[in-house]
């Protein structure tokens, strides 16, 4: 059954409305894959419900293997995350670089994070109170310090095994790794374009108080650097094997034995189950919140929304291959997410960018960097969970926003300036 794309609209619109409305995001998603279905759907309501179905669960289908990645992924977040790796590694880089080179060090601290695979939310939340801590120290504002975080984390979210890495790798049947790599330039030049802007800042919107410089204390007991680091080099080595020798090892092999290794060379390897309970709880969200984008990406995959695009792109006499990046900014911008703005749009798009003879690296590449640019708006979790990580004010943090934006931009640019040539 072909979906109308006023349907296909319509039900991805109810799902962005029900999502505003706090409700739960995978089933907003569902039932805006549904209804899509049902609205844009041809024939009698008998006929178009069971095709709705079977369409929404072989979108679903389509994700699974992402998914399951995505599940064992868990084990070496959560050892990073519980274990105080994570903070270990952040308090270390802004510790080496000093004051003089704070702003740098707190964009670099929350990139590197994410980049050895901490989702960026939790980045920015483990960053969160050394930065403050410095912010006091040095007299940098509120809104500089987040900045500073969410341009570093948007900037290694790219060249991530993060899950929205995953997905897109997944979609186009490309190497994680080769993806991570494909978009290291972008994400350097989003370092240090990062720097620049949260320079402008410095002295821009709240100062922060001695109140919050006090949460810089953590109670935990934290491991040292070197042992820390291990465990995520462990998987980016793995997963560099088949660049390098040839040698190719799964994504669901790298990631967990980088995490059991990183537990062993820290002496924790008895709490690995706490740690993996942990990280478990956390992809096992991403993995439902994953499966319900994926009925939504059937949908669409199924209707005319393909067609109007790029018709709408001949009209405007644009390039096809700036299909990857606008669709990763859409659709990103719709579900105000990295992971499901880039799995939706890889669903959708990733069967028309290979028929134009765009290379499956760059579509995959261009679609993620896309995905960053309106990531942060303010129906999706990322934009509260950061603000709370650092006890801004709701105005305020939508003060942010265009800068935020500004990184994104900057970041899809130059990967499209990098791969549309292919």
Request: aromatic share 4%; glycine share 12%; hydrophobic share 55%.
């Amino acid at each position: 059954m072909e979906i109308s794309a006023t349907g296909a609209v319509l039900g991805l619109f109810v799902a962005i409305v029900l999502i505003v409305c706090r409700l739960t995001p995978a089933y907003c998603l569902i039932f805006g894959a549904l209804l899509g279905g049902l609205l844009g759907g041809d024939g009698s309501l008998t006929e178009r419900l069971p095709a709705t179905v079977g369409l929404m669960i072989t979108g679903a289908q389509s994700i699974t293997p992402a998914t399951l990645r995505i599940v064992t992924a868990g084990v070496l977040a959560g050892v990073l995350i519980e274990s105080g790796a994570a903070a270990c590694i952040a308090g270390a880089i802004i510790r080496v670089l000093g004051d003089r080179f704070a702003l740098f060090s707190l964009v670099l601290a929350t990139m590197l994070l994410t980049m050895v695979g901490v989702f960026i939310d939790i980045a920015v939340i483990t960053v969160s109170p050394i930065a403050l801590a410095v912010a006091k120290r040095v007299g940098f504002s509120r809104s500089c310090v987040l900045l500073a975080m969410i341009g570093g984390g948007k900037s290694g979210n790219i060249i991530s095994p993060n899950p929205n890495t995953i997905a897109a790798a997944g979609e186009f049947k490309i190497d994680l790794s080769a993806l991570m790599l494909t978009n290291l330039i972008p994400a350097i030049v989003g370092l240090f374009f990062t720097v620049f802007l949260a320079s402008l800042l410095i002295r821009r919107g709240e100062a922060v108080t001695e109140s919050d410089a006090a949460a810089d204390a953590d109670q935990r007991e934290l491991p040292s650097f070197l042992p820390a680091i291990v465990g995520p080099v462990v998987a980016i080595v793995l997963l560099a094997l088949r660049p390098i020798c040839g040698i190719k090892v799964d994504p669901l092999v790298a990631l967990p034995v980088g995490g059991i290794v990183g537990c062993l060379c820290m002496g924790k390897i008895s709490r690995l189950s706490e740690y993996m309970t942990f990280g478990l709880g956390k992809m096992s969200g991403v993995a439902i919140l994953l499966l319900g984008s994926g009925t939504l990406g059937g949908i669409i995959s199924a209707s005319a929304i393909k067609t109007v695009m790029t018709d709408a792109m001949k009209t405007w006499s644009l390039p096809d291959f700036l299909l990857a990046p606008i669709s990763g900014i859409v659709m990103s911008g719709a579900t105000a997410s990295t992971t499901i703005g880039t799995t939706v749009a890889s669903q959708t798009f990733s069967t028309t960018l290979l028929e134009m003879g765009l290379a499956p690296l760059a579509a995959a590449a261009m679609i993620h960097a896309g995905a960053t640019v309106l990531d942060h708006l303010p129906h999706g979790s990322f934009f509260h969970a950061t603000a709370g990580g650092v006890g801004m004010k709701i105005g305020d943090r939508l003060k942010l926003i265009p800068y935020e934006t500004l990184v994104g931009f900057v970041l899809v640019l130059v990967s499209t300036l990098l791969h549309a040539r292919h």
